[in-house]
């Protein structure tokens, strides 16, 4: 059972947690993650690899058999024809995005919150389904606000990048980075602002700003490193899945990236925890709750008698 403490955390600290969270609520996260994500990116991604699926030879075992290099490198070729984008897998990867990854992401950041307050349950997808509605208001509102916004930051980038010298292009590359770095951070909070505080639709972003900005370094230094340790474990096991035919591999990489999904989630949510603890108290509040409900049972208990 995991037993998350109400305190200031480190980021190493939060990295330390968030694979102890994850740990104890591993079956939670799985339903969300790889059940519901999972399964929809696997039909998409099936869909899209067409009829090479039906191959079930790698090419590493052709080397092995002592075929030809020839041999080998044209199935290697036929491979690459069968994974091309096709009309139906892009539509359906386009309505798993919009439609599915709401359902996800809210799930593991309410699995996250549930565990850290203590209030773990065993029912989560009733809760995460009455949601439903809000959380994919929440989640089109942070494409609603951040398309414009890169698409402005991409013109200027593009505008400065082309007509400006050397020293102009290195500025306008590192401001454009820091631009991302910095909305990226602040649509992280977005999730758990909405989930822990109500905060849905729009509502979030005027209190996701100000918690990214009390703690900006930490924030965009948190989601550097759990985006740089999730993509170095994907990276190692992708290259172990390649190695095995396409139905397999492809399950492989579905299974790999469903599984690495919830880290970043529940590290930013830990984050959002330490900065409420850090900023406004929220550990003295929880405990200070605790209590009252205590002192609430305990005279309840005493009228009974």
């Known amino acids: 059972m995991y037993n998350f403490d109400m305190k200031p955390m480190s980021v190493s600290g939060i990295i330390d947690q968030t694979f102890k969270l994850y740990r104890g609520n591993f079956k939670a996260f799985i339903l969300f993650a790889l059940l519901i994500g999972g399964t929809a990116n696997l039909i998409v991604a099936l869909i899209q690899l067409g009829p090479g699926v039906v191959v079930l030879e790698a090419p590493v075992a052709r080397i092995v058999n002592g075929q030809s290099l020839s041999d080998v490198f044209g199935l290697l070729g036929a491979y690459a024809g069968a994974g091309q984008p096709n009309l139906l897998a892009s539509l359906l990867s386009l309505a798993a995005a919009v439609f599915i990854q709401p359902m996800v992401i809210g799930g593991i950041n309410f699995i996250a919150l549930s565990a850290a307050h203590g209030t773990a349950e065993v029912r989560y997808l009733p809760q995460v389904w009455s949601r439903y509605g809000k959380l994919l208001g929440t989640f089109l509102a942070i494409f609603v606000l951040l398309i414009p916004i890169i698409a402005i930051f991409v013109i200027i980038f593009y505008i400065g990048f082309i007509s ?8 306008v590359s590192v401001a454009m980075i820091i631009a991302v770095l910095m909305l990226m951070s602040i649509s992280a909070f977005a999730f758990p602002v909405a989930i822990q505080e109500e905060r849905y639709g729009f509502s979030w972003l005027s209190r996701a700003m100000r918690l990214f900005w009390y703690k900006k370094g930490k924030t965009i230094g948190l989601l550097l490193l759990t985006a740089l340790l999730v993509q170095v474990l994907s990276f190692i096991l992708r290259l172990i899945f390649s190695l095995l035919p396409p139905l397999f591999s492809t399950v492989g990489t579905i299974l ?23 900023a406004e108290g929220y550990d003295l509040e929880i405990r200070l709750a605790a209590m009252q409900e205590e002192q609430g049972q305990d005279e309840q208990g005493s009228g009974i008698l």
Do not use: F, N
């Not at 790999?256 to 930013?268: D, E, H, K, N």
């Not at 984050?271 to 409420?276: H, Q, T, V, W």
């Open 164 to 171: 400006g010298g050397i020293g102009a292009k290195i500025i």
């Open 256 to 278: 790999v990236t469903s599984l690495l999904q919830p880290v970043s989630i529940i590290a930013m949510t830990l984050l959002y925890l330490d900065i409420r603890i850090r």
